[in-house]
Structures are given as structure tokens and as C-alpha cells.
């Protein structure tokens, strides 16, 4: 599975239900989202995150924002409300219709449509901000790995990444199915059983895996929260500073640990 796959996968996503394929609640499939139901679930989330980072005294710039896997833009609309400037990107087009459809923003986000497996069209030290989540699970482990570097390189020094990723499976039949079959089986069993216009795959990342591929990029993980929101996948979402320059790499550490 590469990067190819997933655009095909998430273009058929965003072309039959956009904006529930952002966020599968029950009784949401086939266009029930009211735009604004949607929106403002948005924002309650990025609030959520920005007082954490208040808890914690994360402090960044608020000058630009990039908001990865911007999908229907729900995020990115939150974020321009904190933000002069937002870069929202995503691998599928349709989905970039809907987000620029729901903009509100004023002319303050940016939507860009990247196929590549990196950030090329992002310079080094150009946001204060990144924000992902509910997006790395669904990428080959590999190129989720790519882009966890990439938004380092992107980060200004002592700039924030807000990154959601499962860290294991549960044992459910969803979290066994994505753990243990093969994607040929998974693709059946998402389309067939749990009817999706596509597969959605998830892929889980140890948490001592990522700690240490942020510590080698430059930056460091402060804190690593179970939000307990999925029966399948355990969600962790993750707060990771980038050093000040020439600032030199310390053993990776968690500083708040997590039940086994």
C-alpha cells in the first residue's frame, strides 16, 4: 500500500460523504452533518487542544498554522480564528472542494492539494503550529514516519506539533481485523460489512517508536495523552516541541506515562 492507494481511497472517501468520512458518528452517514454541527465540533477541539498546551506552558508563535490531512477543512476553520494564516493540505481533491466550500475564514487559509510523500511545498522553519489527527493511522507506517520528520523540518524552532496516532489495537473485531488481516481482507470487510465507500485502513505506532523519530528529527515529546474516545485503537494525542537551534538531542523521553 503506498501513497498512491491512499489518494484513490480518500478521493472515493471525499467524493460519496465528505464530511462523515472526517468523522464517522453514527447516524452521520449519508450527508447528516449539518455544516455547522460540523464546524463547530472543530472548533470544541482545537479549544480543547490549545488549553492543553496553556496546562502545560507550551508557548509558540500564532502567526501561521498547518493543519495536515485538513480533509473538509472542520479544523482548519477553528485554527484561522487563532491563526493569521493556515495551510490546510490533503491528498484528496474532493475533499479540498468541500473545505474551500465551508471556508469562513475571510481569505486566511490556504488550501493545498499534495500527492507527494513529503512537505516539499511547505520551506523549513515556516509554521509555529502543526495539527494532525485522525490521519497518521490511516498511512503505511513508513510514510507516516516521513511525515512526523517533515513536520519538524517545518516547525519553526520551538514550535508545536499536535499529532494524534493509536498506539496499539484493542481487542475488538474492528482493532483485531486491522491488526492481524490482510489488507485484501480488511478492504472486504470495511466495504462489505461495515459498508465504507472505502477502506479506511489503521495502522498503529508504538509509543517509545515515535518518541525516539522526534528526538532524532530535532524535538522532543512532553506529553502523550489517551484520550479514550475509540474502543478499537487506543488514540494518543501528542504534544512535541522542536529545540531551539543547535540545541543538541537528549534520550527521548515521555514525561507523562501511560497505563500499560
Same mark, same amino acid.
Given at each position: 500500500?503506498?501513497?498512491?492507494?491512499?489518494?484513490?481511497?480518500?478521493?472515493?472517501?471525499?467524493?460519496?460523504?465528505?464530511?462523515?468520512?472526517?468523522?464517522?458518528?453514527?447516524?452521520?452517514?449519508?450527508?447528516?452533518?449539518?455544516?455547522?454541527?460540523?464546524?463547530?465540533?472543530?472548533?470544541?477541539?482545537?479549544?480543547?487542544?490549545?488549553?492543553?498546551?496553556?496546562?502545560?506552558?507550551?508557548?509558540?508563535?500564532?502567526?501561521?498554522?498547518?493543519?495536515?490531512?485538513?480533509?473538509?477543512?472542520?479544523?482548519?476553520?477553528?485554527?484561522?480564528?487563532?491563526?493569521?494564516?493556515?495551510?490546510?493540505?490533503?491528498?484528496?481533491?474532493?475533499?479540498?472542494?468541500?473545505?474551500?466550500?465551508?471556508?469562513?475564514?475571510?481569505?486566511?487559509?490556504?488550501?493545498?492539494?499534495?500527492?507527494? +510523500?513529503? =512537505? /516539499?511545498? %511547505?520551506?523549513? !522553519?515556516?509554521?509555529?503550529? *502543526?495539527?494532525?489527527?485522525?490521519? &497518521?493511522?490511516?498511512? $503505511?507506517?513508513?510514510?507516516?514516519?516521513?511525515?512526523?520528520?517533515?513536520?519538524?523540518?517545518?516547525?519553526?524552532?520551538?514550535?508545536?506539533?499536535?499529532?494524534?496516532?493509536?498506539?496499539?489495537?484493542?481487542?475488538?473485531?474492528?482493532?483485531?481485523?486491522?491488526?492481524?488481516?490482510?489488507?485484501?481482507?480488511?478492504?472486504?470487510?470495511?466495504?462489505?460489512?461495515?459498508?465504507?465507500?472505502?477502506?479506511?485502513?489503521?495502522?498503529?505506532?508504538?509509543? +517509545?517508536? =515515535? /518518541?525516539? %523519530?522526534?528526538? !532524532?528529527?530535532?524535538?522532543? *515529546?512532553?506529553?502523550?495523552?489517551? &484520550?479514550?474516545?475509540? $474502543?478499537?485503537?487506543?488514540?494518543?494525542?501528542?504534544?512535541?516541541?522542536?529545540?531551539?537551534?543547535?540545541?543538541?538531542?537528549?534520550?527521548?523521553?515521555?514525561?507523562?506515562?501511560?497505563?500499560?
Amino acid at each position: 500500500m503506498g501513497l498512491d492507494e491512499v489518494r484513490r481511497d480518500w478521493t472515493r472517501l471525499g467524493a460519496a460523504d465528505p464530511l462523515w468520512a472526517v468523522l464517522t458518528h453514527a447516524g452521520k452517514r449519508g450527508g447528516r452533518w449539518a455544516d455547522e454541527e460540523f464546524l463547530a465540533s472543530g472548533r470544541a477541539e482545537i479549544d480543547a487542544a490549545m488549553a492543553r498546551l496553556d496546562r502545560l506552558g507550551v508557548v509558540s508563535g500564532r502567526e501561521r498554522a498547518l493543519d495536515f490531512g485538513c480533509g473538509a477543512g472542520r479544523l482548519s476553520n477553528a485554527l484561522a480564528q487563532r491563526f493569521g494564516e493556515v495551510v490546510g493540505v490533503d491528498v484528496s481533491a474532493p475533499m479540498l472542494e468541500q473545505a474551500r466550500r465551508l471556508d469562513g475564514s475571510g481569505g486566511r487559509i490556504r488550501f493545498v492539494h499534495n500527492v507527494a +510523500p513529503d =512537505l /516539499a511545498v %511547505l520551506p523549513d !522553519d515556516h509554521v509555529d503550529l *502543526v495539527y494532525t489527527d485522525l490521519v &497518521l493511522q490511516h498511512l $503505511p507506517p513508513a510514510l507516516a514516519r516521513g511525515y512526523l520528520r517533515e513536520f519538524v523540518r517545518v516547525l519553526r524552532p520551538e514550535g508545536v506539533l499536535l499529532a494524534g496516532m493509536p498506539d496499539r489495537h484493542e481487542r475488538t473485531l474492528p482493532g483485531l481485523m486491522s491488526r492481524y488481516a490482510p489488507l485484501a481482507v480488511q478492504r472486504v470487510f470495511q466495504r462489505v460489512v461495515l459498508r465504507h465507500p472505502a477502506p479506511m485502513r489503521m495502522h498503529t505506532m508504538p509509543q +517509545p517508536e =515515535l /518518541a525516539a %523519530l522526534m528526538n !532524532d528529527a530535532g524535538a522532543d *515529546v512532553i506529553a502523550a495523552d489517551a &484520550l479514550g474516545d475509540n $474502543p478499537h485503537w487506543r488514540h494518543i494525542r501528542y504534544v512535541v516541541v522542536k529545540r531551539p537551534a543547535a540545541v543538541p538531542a537528549a534520550a527521548p523521553t515521555l514525561s507523562a506515562a501511560l497505563p500499560a
